[in-house]
């Protein structure tokens, strides 16, 4: 898209999804906004001397060009700079009827405004001053949230928690800058000499504070993303009734026969505002079809990325905590489903190995359903450890933890630079670089193509 819109044109979307609901939004914003809006609003009292008094909602009729009436709607003028992109706006709260809105659209259109490109709404308030870069990023992450706890992040970030730390980060590399130009333009002014210890010290401050926010976002991708659950264990175990007894439906093909599930399956399940993708996978065996030792690999390597492993064990058969090697299970990224409870537990119960182990374990039955809702509870508890905590933390996105990583490193070497003594001036240029690299986040400093792959990731009409 064109992240640089000439001035002057006024751009129009529907910024409700597409399809048929109680209201549907058209939004206009540029100069000629209000200009437009006035050429097709009809108020069905006019009341009020100006047709459109601003920030408040007028009853009336959006006509067409020829005068017939496209529906009824209601009316609101933003003027800018006080709306979200910053420009003069106009919506139109429309029925949600997509034939009303697709020509309402044309009309608008028509009347001298252009259809927006993807995020083109939320570009112009980032180039207005209205947002900030880390700031427009989170209006995407709010709409694509897949779960209220990505939500949260997404808001917070919306809040501007983020880029007030990486700010204030950039801050105080500007004053270890400025102690540092003191010290190369008045070498011989010993009072106010170069304090490298001094110095060092405040640059560990400043790297420690990068690594806690990078921490926060690795925690934040699993709230964004959602967890990955993979459900692992011998055939015949019982994963994929497990799995269709947590998604309340049938998902996954069960059968007696062991190796019925040969690919790996994912959904999105909703765990009281967490979401996560669980996985179903191959049953682990020794095999000589192909097929199934394909799919083994793949549960391996599902296994190895997962956040949580849930290992499902037939709790009715006696070999089957000792079926097979559980030394690759660690009790802090595994839980236990001991399995079959609805039939009479093995002897010895394979609990009391699972437990030894620090593993865990919950007895559960996926045909009953009974204590499938404790599993639920329990994964939530436990992924619910893995994410940022309360409002303090906020957490970047992948892009924002490059630029944060990119600028670390260029600490690091400075770091090592200043305790190798090397010269004043190097570590200015150092301190710059590692400044440019946070100005990113925020988007002082953002190429054109950056911004344009960051806003074609919007919808339209945002
Ligand atoms: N009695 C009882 N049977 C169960 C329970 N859970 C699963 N089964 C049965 O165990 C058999 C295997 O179940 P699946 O869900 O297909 O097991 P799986 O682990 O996905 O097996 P593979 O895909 O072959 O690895 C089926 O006959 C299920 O009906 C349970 O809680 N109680
Ligand atoms: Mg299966």
């Known amino acids: 898209m064109n992240t640089r819109t000439p001035p002057g044109q006024t751009i129009v979307a529907i910024a409700t999804p597409p399809g048929a609901g109680a209201v549907g939004i058209i939004r206009l914003s540029g100069p000629e906004a209000l200009a437009i809006a006035a050429r097709l609003f009809r108020p069905s009292r006019s009341t009020s001397s100006t047709l459109l008094p601003p920030w408040r909602l007028r009853l009336g009729h959006v006509l067409d060009a020829s005068g017939s009436v496209l529906d009824e709607v209601l009316a609101v003028a933003m003027p800018g700079p006080r709306s979200f992109s910053g420009e003069d706006t106009v919506e139109f709260h429309c029925h949600g009827s997509p034939a009303v809105l697709a020509s309402i659209l044309d009309a608008v259109v028509a009347a001298g405004a252009r259809p927006a490109g993807p995020g083109e709404f939320t570009c112009r308030a980032f180039l207005n001053g209205r947002l900030d870069l880390a700031q427009a990023e989170a209006v995407a992450e709010l709409v694509a949230a897949p779960g209220r706890e990505a939500a949260r992040l ?11 730390r990486v700010a204030a980060l950039r801050d105080r590399l500007t004053e270890l800058r400025a ?121 391996r390597e599902l296994m190895a990325a997962a956040d949580l492993v849930v290992l499902v064990v037939d709790g009715s058969r006696p070999s089957a905590a000792g079926g097979h090697d559980l030394s690759g299970f660690a009790p ?41 809702d404790i599993l639920a509870k329990r994964l939530r508890e436990r992924l619910a450890g893995t994410m940022p905590q309360g409002e303090a933390a906020p957490a970047p996105n992948l892009r924002q933890r490059q630029a944060l990583s990119l600028a670390l490193a260029e600490l690091t070497a400075l770091s090592a630079d200043a305790r190798a003594g090397r010269p004043e001036d190097i570590l200015g240029v150092g301190l710059e670089t590692a400044c440019a690299q946070l100005s990113t986040v925020t988007g002082e400093i953002v190429s054109e193509d950056v911004l344009a792959d960051i806003f074609s990731r919007f919808c339209i009409g945002k």
């Not at 997404?154 to 007030?164: E, I």
């Not at 699993?222 to 998604?247: D, I, P, Q, T, Y």
């Not at 026969?257 to 959904?267: A, K, W, Y």
Request: charged share 25%; glycine share 10%.
């Open 179 to 299: 102690a540092i130009c003191l010290a190369v333009d008045f070498p011989e002014d010993e009072t106010d000499g170069f304090d490298r210890d001094g110095f060092l010290n405040r640059l560990d401050e400043v790297m420690s504070e990068i690594r806690a926010l990078l921490a926060a976002g690795e925690r934040g991708r699993v709230a964004r993303e959602g967890a990955r659950v993979v459900l692992a264990g011998a055939v015949n175990a019982g994963k994929s009734s497990l799995m269709n007894a947590l998604l309340g439906r049938e998902r996954a093909i069960v059968t007696s026969q062991p190796g019925t599930t040969r690919d790996f399956i994912e959904e999105p399940l909703d765990l009281g505002g967490l979401t996560v993708r669980l996985v179903d996978t191959a049953g682990l065996r020794e095999t000589g079809d192909a097929v199934e030792r394909e799919g083994l690999r793949f549960s």
């Open 154 to 164: 997404a808001l917070s970030n919306l809040s501007g928690l983020l880029s007030a």
């Open 332 to 372: 802090e990224r595994t839980l236990v489903a001991l399995n079959k409870a609805d039939l009479p537990p093995a002897a010895p119960d394979p609990m009391v190995r699972l437990s030894a182990l620090g593993l865990e374990t919950l007895r559960l039955s996926a045909r009953t359903g009974q204590g499938v």
